[in-house]
T-cell receptor
């Protein structure tokens, strides 16, 4: 059973468009992290959200943690080809004591 | 500061063999975690070590084992390899635990034939 469901699984859009990636679960997480992974490399942390309802911005990326701490979203404004990659959400329970649970990821392609 | 280093980058083994993967964490990081990444299952947690002790373990068979040395370097061993063990094995280090961020290496690509 996948505890974290990410959608969409694949997304290909044109440069300049906006997009939103979703990460949903029936479980409550103490925190949720978003990573980006490029081919041949390990995931790189983008952001950690801890408080229900929290919104964090990283340049053109906006991350939101659901009020009930069961879901999160990543919104990218005016996507650039450099945003291409695999976006992964990961939830921590019991303060991270059980390791992170990862979603299967969203493969994002931004076409010039 | 050097990042997380994993060796080797690529490995080809045959069924039934065993393999050992190595991970050197970022200097000062005492926690090392291992994850298996496959197209079908995504990233799955294998285990975490902290100060030479296994702190957490994921839902993998006993063929998967690991250890951590006093310098925080870690090794992961898979015995009696199966075709389904083909995957990218990622090591990640962090300072302590909890919500502290994971710093991943670039992985070891294991192919079992």
């Amino acid at each position: 059973t996948q505890l974290l469901e990410q959608s969409p699984q694949f997304l290909s859009i044109q440069e300049g468009e906006n997009l939103t990636v979703y990460c949903n679960s029936s479980s409550v997480f103490s925190s949720l992290q978003w990573y980006r992974q490029e081919p041949g490399e390990g995931p790189v942390l983008l952001v950690t959200v801890v408080t229900g309802g929290e919104v964090k911005k990283l340049k053109r990326l906006t991350f939101q943690f659901g009020d009930a701490r069961k879901d999160s979203s990543l919104h990218i404004t005016a996507a650039q080809p450099g945003d291409t990659g695999l976006y992964l959400c990961a939830g921590a329970r019991r303060g991270g004591a059980d390791g992170l649970t990862f979603g299967k990821g969203t493969h994002l392609i931004i076409q010039p | 500061k050097a990042g997380v280093t994993q060796t080797p980058r690529y490995l080809i083994k045959t069924r039934g063999q065993q393999v050992t993967l190595s991970c050197s964490p970022i200097s000062g990081h005492r926690s090392v975690s291992w994850y298996q990444q496959t197209p079908g299952q995504g990233l799955q947690f294998l285990f975490e070590y902290f100060s030479e002790t296994q702190r957490n373990k994921g839902n993998f068979p006993g063929r998967f084992s690991g250890r951590q040395f006093s310098n925080s370097r870690s090794e992961m061993n898979v015995s009696t390899l199966e075709l389904g063990d083909s995957a990218l094995y990622l090591c990640a280090s962090r300072t302590t635990g909890g919500n502290s961020p994971l710093h991943f290496g670039n992985g070891t690509r294991l192919t079992v034939t």
